[in-house]
């Protein structure tokens, strides 16, 4: 069973930095994407970033592209999503997730996430 456990959400000043992590269990596919989405209150859900296991690749919405970085440590399954010069447009609740590679894939379609972490950005 897919397991993915998100950490690391707070309340933060614009401008200033936050690490999401997700810890992951529970794979026993060889080629996935695990990535993370966000969702504000009345917004549709937004791919944020993605990482491909099968190449390394990622992928950054342009809404972020340049100020947050997705890493991952497979000795310790963990995903990271480090978010700097965050902005009061980036509040949402961040989820980590995955999806299995059979083939061409977007950075959201996503078939499994965790509970989610509360990003709160203060002007």
């Known amino acids: 069973e897919v397991q993915l456990v998100e950490s690391g959400g707070g309340l933060v000043q614009a401008g200033g930095s936050l690490r999401l992590s997700c810890a992951y269990s529970?794979?026993?596919?060889?080629?996935?994407?695990i990535g993370w989405f966000r969702q504000a209150p009345g917004k549709e859900r937004e791919g944020v970033s993605c990482?491909?296991?099968?190449?390394?690749?990622?992928v950054y919405a342009d809404s972020v592209k340049d100020r947050f970085t997705i890493s991952r440590d497979n000795a310790k399954y963990t995903v990271y999503l480090q978010m700097n010069s965050l902005k009061p447009e980036d509040t949402a609740v961040y989820y980590c997730?995955?999806?299995?590679?059979?083939?061409?894939?977007?950075?959201?379609?996503?078939?499994?996430w965790g509970q989610g972490t509360q990003v709160i950005v203060s002007s």
């Open positions: 990482l491909s296991t099968s190449d390394g690749s990622t």
């Open positions: 997730a995955v999806l299995v590679i059979r083939g061409p894939w977007r950075c959201a379609d996503f078939t499994s």
């Open positions: 529970g794979f026993d596919f060889d080629d996935y994407v």
